[in-house]
């Protein structure tokens, strides 16, 4: 006899392997979602990304269960507050660089990831704002009319003779 989430997790399978065309499903707390095979959180995410303009290496995602697994490989990292399930954890073990787990528990764990966040964007806009000023400086120093831009050349100089 299999244990109580492998239990589930067989008949999670059993109830989801037979859907139609155009429907998909992924396991939400121990429960099938089953929706149209073109929505689910990734759609969202590629939606979000596309109208934003933005690319997947500026996204992340926090996640805990099957049903976010999809959406968490599309973002550049993934932060598990907790983990809703063993796919998770799998997910864990099998991508270690791509999702970090909290250490805290309940809320905490979602206020742990929320302060990493905010102080790794803090750190990226601070060497975004650096390059730019460092750019800046290139730029106006492009602009500077030619012969502010090139030294005076030395005058000639007759070579001293060498002894022999």
Do not use: W
């Not at 206020?111 to 750019?135: F, G, H, N, P």
């Not at 030294?151 to 000639?156: F, H, L, V, W």
């Amino acid at each position: 006899m299999q244990d109580g989430e492998g239990h589930q997790e067989a008949v999670m399978r059993m109830v989801t392997s037979g859907l139609p065309s155009g429907l998909s499903s992924t396991c939400n707390l121990g429960c099938a979602d089953i929706y149209p095979s073109n929505s689910g959180k990734d759609k969202a995410m590629q939606y979000l990304l596309r109208h934003f303009g933005m690319h997947q290496h500026q996204s992340v995602v926090m996640c805990d269960d099957d049903n976010d697994i999809p959406m968490s490989m599309i973002a550049s990292h993934a932060y598990l507050p907790s983990v809703g399930a063993s796919s998770m954890d799998e997910m864990l073990r099998t991508h270690p660089h791509h999702f970090t787990r909290a250490g805290e528990s309940a809320t905490m764990a979602t206020d742990e990831i929320l302060t990493k966040l905010l102080s790794s964007t803090r750190r990226r806009k601070k060497v975004l704002r650096q390059r730019m000023a460092k750019r800046a400086k290139f730029e106006q120093a492009a602009l500077m009319p030619v012969d502010q831009n090139i030294e005076e050349p030395m005058e000639e100089q007759e070579p001293e003779p060498v002894e022999q």
